[in-house]
T-cell receptor
Framework: GEDVEQSLFLSVREGDSSVINCTYT??????LYWYKQEPGAGLQLLTY?????DMKQDQRLTVLLNKKDKHLSLRIADTQTGDSAIYFC??????????FGKGTRLHILP | ETGVTQTPRHLVMGMTNKKSLKCEQH?????MYWYKQSAKKPLELMFV???????ENNSVPSRFSPECPNSSHLFLHLHTLQPEDSALYLC??????????????????FGPGTRLTVL
């Protein structure tokens, strides 16, 4: 299977929480990242978590890491129309290579 | 200019043309990357340069030729491309390509990309 997997689409109503999930295969990953790509733009780092942490919160963003299940999630509280974008999960391996998932397209419903 | 810039933003070329993509980073980084982003595949790493030396070539066809004259500039020279090479080409930079676990988050900063269409 792919090194980093995530679902391709997610639809959420404005004001609700969005949860984007990601699984990875390399248990030795050191850093895990969430990048956001808006239409016509490159990827922008949203947040990251070091492998010895299980949670990180940054304003409306909460990252949860379950190392046992190799599962990473990004929760966006109070989702706004400006959150509409593609979200990429990425893991950094011990050799510093960064592997990206295919991206989850987040669609906001009015 | 700040961050990572790429020119042109859009490029349409025929299969027999020769063109170049340019990337410039204003972040004082030492590593630069070329990625290909197409609809059907994950982000594909093409080339990595660290301190102007190419450290990675992920089996990229020779019709793509990178050039890194200094740590701030990266080019991708294109010739005799195929229609399947149409994609968004993203440039990125980071502090270094290899920093180890103690080297901090070393995230990559991306440019806006060049949308390439090969006719």
């Amino acid at each position: 299977g792919e090194d980093v997997e995530q679902s391709l689409f997610l639809s959420v109503r404005e004001g609700d929480s969005s949860v984007i999930n990601c699984t990875y295969t390399d248990s030795s990953s050191t850093y895990l990242y969430w990048y956001k790509q808006e239409p016509g733009a490159g990827l922008q780092l949203l947040t990251y978590i070091f492998s010895n942490m299980d949670m990180k919160q940054d304003q409306r963003l909460t990252v949860l890491l379950n190392k046992k299940d190799k599962h990473l999630s990004l929760r966006i509280a109070d989702t706004q129309t400006g959150d509409s974008a593609i979200y990429f999960c990425a893991g950094r391996k011990r050799d510093d290579k960064i592997i990206f998932g295919k991206g989850t397209r987040l669609h906001i419903l009015p | 200019e700040t961050g990572v810039t790429q020119t042109p933003r859009h490029l349409v070329m025929g299969m027999t043309n020769k063109k170049s993509l340019k990337c410039e980073q204003h972040l004082g980084h030492n590593a630069m990357y070329w990625y290909k982003q197409s609809a059907k595949k994950p982000l594909e790493l093409m080339f990595v340069y660290n301190f102007k030396e190419q450290t990675e070539n992920n089996s990229v066809p020779s019709r793509f030729s990178p050039e890194c004259p200094n740590s701030s500039h990266l080019f991708l020279h294109l010739h005799t491309l195929q229609p399947e090479d149409s994609a968004l080409y993203l440039c990125a930079s980071s502090q270094e390509s290899r920093v180890g676990v103690g080297g901090g988050r070393n995230e990559q900063f991306f440019g806006p990309g060049t949308r390439l269409t090969v006719l």
